[in-house]
């Protein structure tokens, strides 16, 4: 009897609040290496289920160095995963983006970025940017092993990048993009 409780408690959890995951910020900014080695701007959402994806997103996208793993986010991943999601390069100082929502809807993980782009007419820094976002997210009401495809969207629930979460990141995977269906 107790364990069909405690499995009923954790399916409600995701229950509870629409299948929507919660989250916290393990880090952003503006210099991930990701938007200066992808000059195209197409976004990107990755996912790490242990240490050793994490530290793979954190040389390829953040600092660019293999042995380079200064201000790793520290991570419990008996209870947490990690998703990340870069933007690309920016072409001045003032965008952000921060991850709002996490669902995950049978084997998609669905993830929900807001974009702040510096107000129109304000001087901005004339530099490039490169945002990012790493959250984690509590395993308990969730399933990372089963999740087979990432979906990114934006604020107004309009797909980004669509592609099987089994490869690394999108170049190395088949995918649906804004820029790759013409849009």
Known sequence: MRRAIVVAALIGIGAA?????????????TDAAYGI????????????????????IWAEDMSGSYGETAGLPRVDWKAEFVVAVFIGMRPSAGYTIE????????????????????PAGVMS?????????????????AAPEKVLTLKLLDAEGKTLV????WAYRSVDAPQKTEAAEGR
């Open 37 to 56: 080695k992808n000059t195209k701007a197409v976004p990107e959402v990755v996912v790490a289920r242990d240490e050793g994806e994490l530290r793979r």
């Open 162 to 165: 669509e592609r099987a979460a």
């Open 125 to 141: 820094a004339d530099l490039i940017t490169s945002p990012y976002c790493i959250a984690a997210c509590p395993r308990d009401g």
């Open 99 to 118: 991850i709002t929502r996490i669902r995950q809807e049978g084997n998609v993980l669905e993830v929900t970025v807001a974009e702040a782009r510096p």
């Open 17 to 29: 609040n629409g299948g929507n995951l919660p989250l916290h910020l393990l880090r952003s900014g």
